[in-house]
Nanobody, 115 residues
Framework: VQLQAFGGGLVQAGGSLKLSCVAS????????LAWYRQSPGKQRELVAL???????KYEDSLKGRFTISRDSAMTAVYLQMNSLRPEDTAVYYC??????????WGQGTEVTVSS
């Protein structure tokens, strides 16, 4: 399984970006799709997760600004990021996981928010 993330870039504080991640090379269904991020010197953290059934989980501080969505086939996941802040600067990674716990990571896409 390969996950490819794209959509990052440079944006001013208060702006928006939409990240996309596409999964390929799988003939089985992914159970969850998620976005993580990692800032320099910090651990990778969960941003948002969506299950096949449509359930979602967000990092508490991001609720209301970030929205995760997916396609019906669980082959793509998106992250709409609004009201971006400099502290949102990070490399954003997508991850897919099967019901049995196998995990697949994308290569990351860099988001830089200027003040």
């Amino acid at each position: 399984v390969q996950l490819q993330a794209f959509g990052g870039g440079l944006v001013q504080a208060g702006g928006s970006l939409k990240l996309s991640c596409v999964a390929s090379g799988t003939d089985f269904s992914l159970f969850t799709l998620a976005w993580y991020r990692q800032s320099p010197g910090k651990q990778r953290e969960l941003v948002a997760l969506m299950t096949r059934g449509g359930g979602t989980k967000y990092e508490d501080s991001l609720k209301g600004r970030f929205t995760i969505s997916r396609d019906s086939a669980m082959t793509a996941v998106y992250l709409q990021m609004n009201s971006l802040r400099p502290e949102d600067t990070a490399v954003y990674y997508c991850k897919g996981a099967t019901f049995y716990g196998s995990e697949f990571w994308g290569q990351g896409t860099e988001v830089t928010v200027s003040s």
